[in-house]
T-cell receptor, first 114, second 110 residues
């Protein structure tokens, strides 16, 4: 079974803090994605990566950055957290050659910025 | 205009009935369409995807595409209470992006 894990299930941070959200997959997937999910707005793509050290902007990259130093790990970074970044953050991965097609999601991190 | 739009519902159907879920998309060049299911408090999981060249059936699920009207539908036959969830439509338009709709909540009443 594909397993995508995220470092925290719940996280509370203060405005202005630097926040790291970690995602790890154990199936040697090439592609990894970060989304946020908000009521009424649905899932929105923040960043994705097709390979180590590569990154592509999604629909809403502003205020976020990412890092992919190893194939299995994809980190989302909030340089200076703001209250409008309070959300559920979901990581996903997909096998080589499938792009967006076969995404497997992690359990999510509910981030609250106070 | 949103890339993908869905009626948020809720949609209620009796057990054994056909549930019909729809979404519309804005980019006429889109060629790949996806349906995800998300149970309350859980992550989305892929049910099925279709290409612009045809409909697809997988067990009790059928995905249909109407390119002229730019909408995608998901039919669930013989609906079961375990099908109660939020169904997310997603589209992969040209330009290497991926857009989800806001989801339709389905309740199957025993």
């Amino acid at each position: 079974d594909v397993k995508v894990t995220q470092s925290s299930r719940y996280l509370v941070k203060r405005t202005g803090e630097k926040v790291f959200l970690e995602c790890v997959q154990d199936m040697d997937h090439e592609n990894m994605f970060w989304y946020r999910q908000d009521p009424g707005l649905g899932l929105r793509l923040i960043y994705f990566s097709y390979d180590v050290k590569m990154k592509e902007k999604g629909d809403i990259p502003e205020g976020y950055s990412v890092s992919r130093e190893k194939k299995e790990r994809f980190s989302l970074i909030l340089e200076s957290a703001s209250t409008n970044q309070t959300s559920m953050y979901l990581c996903a991965s997909s096998p080589s050659g499938t792009g967006f097609y076969e995404q497997y999601f992690g359990p999510g991190t509910r981030l609250t910025v106070t | 205009q949103k890339e993908v739009e869905q009626n948020s519902g809720p949609l209620s159907v009796p057990e054994g009935a056909i549930a019909s879920l729809n979404c519309t998309y804005s980019d006429r060049g889109s060629q790949s369409f996806f349906w995800y299911r998300q149970y309350s408090g859980k992550s989305p999981e892929l049910i099925m995807f279709i290409y612009s060249n045809g409909d697809k059936e997988d067990g009790r699920f059928t995905a249909q595409l109407n390119k002229a009207s730019q909408y995608v539908s998901l039919l669930i036959r013989d609906s079961q209470p375990s099908d109660s969830a939020t169904y997310l439509c997603a589209v992969n338009p040209p330009g290497n992006q991926f857009y989800f709709g806001t989801g339709t909540s389905l309740t199957v009443i025993p």
